[in-house]
């Protein structure tokens, strides 16, 4: 019967507690929006792997490295593998349809970086075809791509019109993968650069290391950049996760922003369902002075007027989540240029079902001190 | 000679407005007898509510002794004294603070939550108690479905209930027409003679009073 009376209470006043409810709900949905949205940022770091790091020029990311390096990083202990990478910026058909391009090793990339799945049949085709092109998911169904389909890219750095053939259309292996890149060739840049480019070659972005013990990571780090010490190009070494936090952290003011946004919102869901629970509590001073004439205790108020915030916050942040799951699925074709991954993840489902529970739990401390507090004599004049 | 349920002693309560000391009542000195139906009658401010405030244990004395059942309430904690309320008193009031989102039968139920009974025991004991004022008939229905005559004969099975040492009743017609009013009175008689309750009822009312053995009155704190 206490959990019947604690919900009866909470729809004692339906309106009320129905336009708190909608209140808490979009409140809510906006609070998970904002978490969405900086997990979307954060989702490259989140998907780093800790046996993983990455080596590039220690001056900037846009200086090459030699791929003569790679030779001697693969021969330090603790190395499993070392593939590189290039950054590519072409064009496809407008400047606006941005998109990760990425010039691979062919043979070694996808074994250092296996989130991204491949069938193995098109990976054969990647090997046999030098203009071959693996895309994601995401962005062949952007681009309605299929594979046999042949793309045209052109080259802003690497000026001309660059030919591929979509071979492969990958997928992540998990919805923290980004399915939105386009990774081609090393071969067929360089050879580009050496024909176009007299006196250049054989240059890389980035090198990725795949580590036999993670837990080693620092100690390899600080070997790899102590023996390019002094060389023409000094190396930066860190793991995956730093390298993709250096990222993020470029647009750290924003997600300053972002984060007292959604602290502001939490406060407004609080002072809705404070204001709900105030009015609730001062209607039923008599009752519950009436309860403790007969003996109820401070706590059984406590609990009964904890439970009906409790209530109508879970309510409101369960209505909450599906509103989020409704929005994040219209917003997520807009904004995919920009979060590849832009998916609810299972830790903002738990802060959005936390924050519901603490807001419930916070919105009853006034009812129930004045619960407490008021003396059975007193609260029994409010009836007459 | 029936044995001394309610000894009061020397009892005086006063209450403050701000620095100010309002004396309500003053050495109350009074015994009440097992199995009695005694009405408490005086003018307004006279202190009659406030002397069943303290009988009934929610309210404190600012002096003197109130022995219960054997128990000096006046030595119980807060915690002891909410216990010994749920074991020994049923309160009726004017305006029968009936939970309206509960039912008949639920806001008879509600003091036996505080007890161990099963759940089928705290049903035989809310039918009986239903049945004793009249009411097996509206069990499922709320407050807001009810005569105010019929909220305050559910209003007395909740105080009757858990079988309760004593029965106190502040005003219990205070809202009712003269019939509704007459059936109430009634009802707390057949209680006091068959089911050999002890009651204290305050009442303005004489023709309420009535029904009582025995009638005392109180002017300006004291007992005349």
Redesign the interface.
């Known amino acids: ?2 959990l ?2 604690i919900i ?2 909470a ?2 006043h339906r309106l009320r507690t129905f336009l708190t409810i909608l209140g808490i709900a979009v409140a809510v949905m906006a609070f998970g929006l904002i978490r969405t949205v900086i997990s979307a940022w954060y989702s490259g770091v989140e998907g780093a792997a800790p046996d993983r790091l990455i080596t590039r020029n220690s001056v900037s990311i846009v200086f090459t490295l030699p791929l003569s390096y790679r030779d001697q990083i693969l021969k330090m202990d603790g190395i499993k593998q070392v593939t590189w990478a290039n950054w590519f910026g072409g064009i496809y058909v407008d400047p606006d349809n941005f998109f990760g391009q990425f010039a691979v090793d062919k043979d070694t990339y996808f074994e250092v970086f296996p989130e991204f799945v491949i069938p193995p049949a098109q990976f054969e085709e990647f090997q046999k075809n030098r203009q071959a092109v693996i895309v994601g998911r995401k962005l062949a169904d952007r681009f309605g791509w299929k594979v046999g389909d042949r793309i045209t890219l052109i080259g802003t750095v690497y000026s001309g019109n660059w030919d591929f053939d979509v071979v492969s259309i990958y997928t992540g292996k998990d919805q923290t993968v980004d399915e939105s890149s386009f990774f081609f060739r090393w071969d067929y840049l360089d050879e580009w650069v050496k024909q176009n480019w007299p006196g250049y070659g054989a240059e890389i972005g980035w090198f990725g290391l795949k580590l036999s013990d993670p837990d080693r990571a620092a100690d390899i780090s600080a070997a790899v950049d102590a023996h390019f010490r002094n060389s023409s190009a000094e190396t930066l070494t860190e793991t995956e996760k730093a390298f993709q936090m250096s990222f993020v952290q470029m647009s750290g003011t924003i997600l300053t922003l972002l984060q007292v946004m959604s602290i502001l919102i939490i406060c407004i869901i609080l002072m809705v369902l404070v204001n709900t629970m105030a009015m609730a509590g001062r209607e039923r001073t ?2 519950h002075a ?8 401070t706590y059984h108020l406590i609990g009964i007027i904890s439970g009906e915030s409790l209530v109508i916050a879970g309510l409101g942040g369960a209505l909450g989540l599906l509103l989020l799951v409704g929005m994040t699925s219209i917003v997520k074709a807009g904004v995919s240029q920009w979060f590849p991954v832009f998916a609810i993840t299972t830790a903002t489902s738990v802060l959005v079902a936390a924050v519901a529970i603490l807001i419930g739990l916070l919105a009853s401390i006034f009812p129930a001190q004045r619960a407490a507090r008021i ?3 007193d609260g ?1 004049r409010v ?2 | 000679m029936a044995e001394t349920l309610v000894k009061i002693r020397d009892v005086s309560k006063s209450y403050y407005r701000d620095s100010q000391e309002i004396p309500v009542l003053h050495s109350i000195n009074f015994d009440i007898p097992q199995g009695e139906f005694l009405a408490l009658m005086g003018p307004s401010g006279s202190g009659k509510t406030t002397l069943l ?1 303290l009988i ?1 244990g ?2 404190r004395p600012s002096s003197g002794e109130l022995t219960v059942a054997g128990e000096n309430i006046t030595q119980l904690s807060d ?1 002891q004294l ?6 020994h008193i049923g ?1 009726v ?3 029968y ?1 009936l ?4 039912t008949a039968f ?1 806001n008879v ?3 036996l ?2 007890t161990k009974l099963s759940k089928a025991e705290r049903r035989k004991h809310v039918e009986t108690a239903l049945s004793i004022v009249g009411l097996s008939d509206r069990v499922k229905h709320y407050p807001r479905q009810l005569s105010g005559g019929q909220e305050q004969r559910v209003a007395i099975a909740r105080a009757i209930v858990s079988d309760p040492t004593l029965l106190l009743a502040d005003e219990p017609t205070g809202d009712l027409d003269k019939q509704s009013a007459e059936d109430i009175m009634t009802l707390l008689s057949r209680l006091n003679k068959e089911f050999g309750k002890t009651i204290i009822v305050v009442t303005h009312d004489p023709r309420a009073a009535d029904k009582a053995h025995l009638i005392r009155h109180l002017d300006k704190g004291e007992l005349t």
């Not at chain 2, 909410?82 to 074991?87: H, L, N």
């Not at chain 2, 939970?99 to 509960?102: G, R, S, Y």
């Open positions: 019967m206490v019947s009376l009866r209470n729809l004692r008599a009752e009436y309860m403790k004439s007969m003996g109820f205790r003396k059975i004599v029994l009836v007459d | 405030n009934s929610i309210d915690g909410a216990k010994w309320r749920s074991e309160l009031f004017q305006f603070n939970l309206p989102v509960l639920e139920e509600l003091p939550m505080l």
